[in-house]
């Protein structure tokens, strides 16, 4: 082993550590380990940020533009109501909905297909009455799978048809995914379909379930008035007298440090703690609790809608009381749905992460500005944004731009570069605006992977890797290698992103092909395939961290959900990719 050898393998180790301690931002992590590559000597100067202009990365800020037009156009607003009257079983309305997300994730990213689907299921659960944990989960499931159909549905699939078009000198075209990708996917929304309303029945038919199902946990502040029945409780009878988790008493505006059975609770103090939203409401009602954020407005003009906090939100990592888009605007933030059990302070020192939902108060105008600015997505909306469109020409104009690159007319780049020309020229989008509002930690964190992906080939760990295992498993077998390579990358999945998962296993692939000198695309197509069938845990995709947040569900509800479908995706994708690619 070298000496470039030995440190590129403590740096991947290293960065794969702290990418799943998730302590510090992913870019910064991917930053530093490119800088240390350098130091290091694993790459010359002018590869160092060769990433930035890869055409993988300028295809991802595409793709990522025109999602942006494509959310705003709300023409899948006019699924709701039709599905909600057509009086469907829970297993065909989930199944309907999730094909329909899986449909759009073949042709954008898996977030932005699950942002433009998520307010639509949660209208029609609301609509039909069936629990939205039979939709969310699924939802996110669906548009993962829908991203392994095409060249374009997810990063790593550009990232290994770049691999291969640098072995080889051609690339995978955009739809020589879908020979696996489709047959796993369509398998794999009917099982989740089938599986969801089984796994998370409506409240009334799970009396007798040891683990009921759980309402939303909403941390706010509250006043406590003179007639409340809380006045002369002490903090230590909450949770069994009014369902309450106390956090703090405040009293004077100063904490009251004492033992929870000594803290007695007076009149006109605040009262920081956490519920179910149902008994908030109900304790609001009986004038229990008053709420001490006010928007400003009259009572009349404004409503509640709870929005989610995105991976592109601006507020990830703000405190709430530095939300100057909401105060700018008199939206007040009413409550919080942390992701986090941790709460330290009082109610506006709390720091929001991706997947919180903020419960905000105000004008429907007024907030649906707001959360345009940061990046947000309203769960219940407001009344549609002037700005909104329920225009097809957008979606027109992307599918010629696929229609393009479908023929091989155009390459991807190409063919997405004219999309976002053509849409800037009928003024659909903004480019200096929408620039800004681009979720610019993923793309750094990809073009910064990229040259130490590079390094795992030109230093030939790949090939010592590849080696090493050949040592101990015959992975000059087709069946055992293709097997090796996806159930590695569907190990590592689940702990840090899939492109990056894509760029470290790709090297590794291609010498498993040319050790038992099989089609490099066989290899390339099962990293690519493992690493967007994540659906075991709540943090290894963004989708399923917002999945958890707005559908309440528990980290077991993964392993009970995914479980079945990673072992199905597993074996029909390795039997795919060994029939067809081999």
């Known amino acids: 082993m070298t000496f470039a050898q030995a440190s590129l393998l403590v740096l991947l180790i290293a960065m794969l550590g702290i990418f799943l301690l998730d302590r510090v931002r992913m870019e910064i992590v991917a930053i530093a380990g490119l800088l240390a590559g350098y130091a290091l000597g694993l790459y010359p100067v002018d590869e160092v940020f060769a990433g930035f202009s890869n055409p993988v990365v300028i295809t991802v800020i595409e793709i990522l533009l025109v999602v942006q037009v494509l959310a705003k156009t709300r023409l899948l607003d006019q699924l709701s109501s039709r599905l909600a ?101 369509i398998a794999g929304i009917i099982l989740t379909a089938w599986l969801a309303p089984r796994l998370f029945p409506a409240a009334e038919e799970t009396v007798d379930d040891p ?50 059975k000594a803290s007695v609770i007076a009149e006109r103090d605040t009262l920081l703690a956490e519920a179910d939203d149902i008994v908030f409401d109900e304790l609001s009602a009986a004038n229990a609790l008053r709420t001490l954020r006010s928007s400003g407005w009259p009572e009349a003009d404004t409503t509640r809608v709870e929005a989610v906090v995105m991976p592109e939100s601006t507020l990830v990592g703000s405190r709430l009381h530095s939300l100057e888009v909401f105060t700018s605007r008199k939206v007040a933030v009413v409550g919080l749905a942390k992701r986090s059990p941790r709460v330290e302070g009082r109610f506006h020192d709390q720091q929001l992460a991706i997947g919180d939902i903020l419960i905000l108060e105000g004008r429907p105008e007024a907030i649906t500005d707001a959360l345009d600015e940061c990046e947000c997505l309203a769960l219940a909306s407001p009344q549609p944004h002037a700005a909104a469109t329920g225009s097809w020409q957008p979606f027109a104009i992307f599918a010629a731009g696929i229609l393009a690159m479908a023929v091989g007319l155009l390459s991807p780049v190409i063919a997405l570069s004219c999309v976002v020309l053509v849409m800037a020229l009928c003024n659909y989008i903004n480019i ?34 590849a080696t090493a295992l050949s ?16 159930f590695l990358a569907m190990v590592l999945t689940p702990f840090v992103n899939n492109a990056t998962v894509a760029i470290i296993l790709s090297p590794i692939a291609l010498e498993f092909a040319t050790l038992g ?5 066989a290899y390339l197509i099962a990293v690519a395939a493992g690493a967007s069938l994540d659906f075991l ?14 559908g309440d569900y528990r980290f077991a509800d993964f392993l009970r959900a995914g479980g079945p479908l990673t072992v199905l995706s597993y074996f029909s994708a390795l039997l795919l990719i060994y029939v067809v690619w081999l």
Do not use: C
């Open 471 to 486: 040592t101990i498993l015959p992975v000059s077998s087709p069946l055992v290698g293709l097997a090796v390579i996806l």
């Open 211 to 260: 683990l009921p199902v759980p309402r939303r946990r909403v941390l706010a502040e509250w006043h406590i008035p003179a007639t409340s029945p809380l006045v002369g409780a002490n903090l230590s009878d909450l949770p069994d007298r009014f369902q309450l988790q106390p956090h703090a008493l405040i009293r004077d505006d100063k904490f009251v440090f004492a033992a929870r």
């Open 432 to 465: 200096r605006q929408a620039m800004a509002d681009l979720n610019w930690p993923i793309i750094i964190m990809l073009a910064a992977m990229i040259p130490i992906g590079s390094a795992v080939a030109t230093t030939g760990t790949g090939e010592m890797i």
């Open 85 to 185: 009257g057509a009086r469907l079983s829970n297993t065909a309305v989930v199944a309907f909905l999730s094909g329909v997300t899986g449909f759009i994730s073949i042709f954008i990213n898996n977030i932005g297909a699950f942002s433009i689907a998520l307010p639509v299921t949660l209208r029609v659960s609301d609509l039909t009455r069936f629990p939205k944990r039979q939709f969310v989960m699924p939802l996110s499931f669906a548009a993962l799978l829908g991203g392994t159909v095409s060249l374009i549905g997810t990063p790593a699939n550009l990232l290994v048809s770049n691999a291969l078009a640098k072995h080889t000198g051609s690339g995978f075209r955009l739809f020589d995914f879908a020979y696996v990708g489709l047959p796993v996917a």
């Open 517 to 521: 000198h099989h089609r490099p695309e």
């Open 537 to 550: 845990t709540p943090f290894g995709h963004h989708n399923n961290t917002l999945a958890m947040g707005v």
